[in-house]
């Protein structure tokens, strides 16, 4: 995996947990949508007695568990993606990745952070990356 693969994994992983969050919101959305059960007895042996919506209530639950698990993931990531950064022996090289692959920013944004035009920004990060690259393969 090179420098970039490795850091932009924790923004897939922010990504796919925003997916999740807007899932489970659609799926609250429907629950809510649901009409009340009737309360009338039903007779019929091979009628179902659970509620239509307790499915999607467990899955629900189980979205949760899964993004519970997906932010704990994405914390350590995060550390570990910036004490790799911390590594790197230029100062402005590591407030670009910092801004780039923790805080997720875009490219005009961190020109403007660090006072510098866009295409400096990017050769920087170009040598940022290298730089990654060097302490990547140092560590295996």
Same mark, same amino acid.
């Given at each position: 995996?090179?420098? *970039?693969?490795?850091?932009?994994?924790?923004?897939?992983?922010?990504?796919?947990i925003?997916?999740?969050?807007?899932? *489970?919101?659609?799926?609250?959305?429907?629950?809510?949508s649901v009409?009340?059960?009737?309360?009338?007895?039903?007779?019929?042996?091979?009628?179902?007695?659970?509620?239509?919506?307790?499915?999607?209530?467990?899955?629900?639950?189980?979205?949760?568990q899964?993004?519970?698990?997906?932010?704990?993931?994405?914390?350590?990531?995060?550390?570990?993606?910036? $004490?790799?950064?911390?590594?790197?022996?230029?100062?402005?090289? $590591?407030?670009?990745?910092?801004? $780039?692959?923790?805080?997720?920013? *875009?490219?005009?944004d961190?020109?403007?952070?660090?006072?510098?035009?866009?295409? $400096?920004?990017?050769?920087?990060? *170009?040598?940022?990356?290298?730089?990654v690259?060097?302490?990547?393969?140092?560590?295996?």
């Amino acid at each position: 995996m090179d420098a *970039k693969e490795y850091l932009k994994q924790a923004y897939y992983l922010d990504r796919r947990i925003e997916s999740d969050l807007l899932e *489970k919101a659609s799926l609250r959305r429907l629950v809510l949508s649901v009409p009340a059960a009737s309360l009338s007895e039903h007779h019929n042996p091979n009628h179902p007695t659970e509620a239509p919506f307790t499915r999607t209530l467990q899955r629900i639950w189980e979205m949760e568990q899964q993004i519970d698990d997906e932010v704990d993931a994405l914390v350590d990531l995060k550390e570990e993606i910036r $004490r790799t950064i911390d590594l790197v022996d230029d100062e402005e090289c $590591r407030l670009l990745l910092r801004h $780039r692959y923790i805080h997720f920013e *875009k490219w005009d944004d961190i020109a403007e952070v660090l006072g510098k035009s866009r295409r $400096r920004v990017l050769d920087v990060h *170009k040598e940022a990356l290298e730089k990654v690259d060097k302490i990547l393969e140092g560590q295996h």
